[in-house]
């Protein structure tokens, strides 16, 4: 199913770097679907798997939000 289980402070051992910096990133990926937070410093990996419906539903929240700002110039001005 190409889920994983990731620990962030064994990440950021690995890795060489800073906690913060690992944090920096699962925050980007997290928005996007890619990993989902299960407890603290746990995430589960779901990869690519999740991406491309959350950015289908972004751009659908994009284009109504677009819509709406539109119809809302539209309507102010005509007054």
Do not use: F, H, M
Request: net charge positive; glycine share 6%; proline share 1%.
């Amino acid at each position: 199913n190409g889920e994983s289980e990731i620990c962030l402070d064994a990440a950021a051992s690995r890795l060489g770097v800073e906690r913060r910096r690992i944090y920096d990133i699962v925050n980007v990926l997290e928005s996007v679907g890619i990993v989902v937070r299960k407890a603290k410093n746990r995430y589960t990996w779901y990869g690519k798997s999740k991406l491309e419906p959350t950015l289908a539903a972004l751009k659908k929240e994009a284009l109504a939000d677009q819509s709406l700002k539109k119809t809302s110039l539209d309507t102010n001005s005509k007054n």
